[in-house]
């Protein structure tokens, strides 16, 4: 019976030297020059240098590995209207890897000073070139500045008719218009002009386009107008004056476009 109160002491003992032990081991982690940063690698960036990125996150090299905060430097690197995702590692023993995704700018808007570039969720991204290969849009509203979203019903619609066509037909694209009655046309780089009508079916308004472009070839195409999918009209010019009734227009399926008749005379679009 008299030893039994030794036990207690015995774990206080062993709990205060686990302490005092990880006590010693956090001060040594924490300060020794073993763990001192000396480099930050990013991946993932294709716009951003490697020094913008490491400059927003504000981690400073030579700082001790474990006494910077993970969550406030990606706050600050996410910060950048150009990065969409962000998530940083420590790799040890003295480096911090930093992996992002970027926004793809998907389009042009026109905005405070020239032309910005947006990515499919309407994130302005930056303001770039009036050259920059990509479709520009209006009738959707003005660019925010870098880091604001644009969100309109005209946007929106925009980005769903670009989702209908293949990369190739994008890249073929100068502009999309949406008209204040939400009737939505388009532009070719060689100036040729898409009717879509109401932003509907428009999948299937794609498809006839990219059947319509293969089957046209290098003959002059004045319009598209796909606003009936099922009844796509197309009108021809050779030299600046309409086909006449010898070569009349014919459609993807090789009869003649909705609006000519066999005769060949005018379409009734004009």
């Known amino acids: 019976m008299v030893g039994k109160p030794e036990k207690p002491l015995k774990n206080s003992f062993e ?74 590692a420590r790799r040890f ?3 911090v890897e930093i992996m992002l995704i970027e926004r793809e700018a998907m389009v042009l808007v026109s905005g405070r000073g020239g032309f910005y570039g947006l990515d499919g969720g309407g994130v302005c991204i930056r303001k770039v070139d009036a050259a920059a290969p990509l479709p520009i849009l209006t009738g959707v509203g ?45 532009y070719t780089t060689e100036g040729v002009k898409i009717r879509f009508g109401r932003p509907e079916e428009l999948t299937e308004k794609g498809r006839t386009l990219c059947g319509i472009l293969n089957q046209v070839e290098d ?36 009869s003649p476009f909705p609006g000519f008749d066999d005769g060949g005379a005018v379409p009734v679009i004009p």
């Open 15 to 88: 709990r205060i030297c686990i302490l005092l032990l990880l006590l010693f081991t956090g001060f040594v982690l924490l300060n020794s020059s073993f763990f001192c940063i000396d480099g930050i690698t990013v991946t993932g960036n294709k716009s951003l240098t490697p020094e913008e990125i490491t400059r927003a996150s504000g981690i400073p090299v030579g700082e001790n590995i474990f006494r910077i905060n993970l969550r406030d430097a990606a706050a600050r690197v996410k910060a950048i209207p150009a990065v969409k995702e962000v998530s940083l």
């Open 219 to 254: 003959r002059k195409v004045v319009y598209i107008d796909l606003s009936v999918s099922k009844r796509p009209v197309v009108k021809f010019a050779v030299q600046g004056v309409y086909e006449s009734a010898d070569n009349p227009p014919v459609d993807v399926a090789g």
């Open 93 to 95: 023993p003295a480096r």
């Open 142 to 186: 003005v660019a925010p500045p870098p880091g604001g979203e644009l969100d309109t019903e005209e946007f929106r619609i925009a980005v769903e008719v670009l989702g209908s066509l293949d990369g190739d037909l994008i890249s073929g694209l100068a502009e999309i218009h949406i008209s204040p009655f939400g009737l939505v046309e388009a």
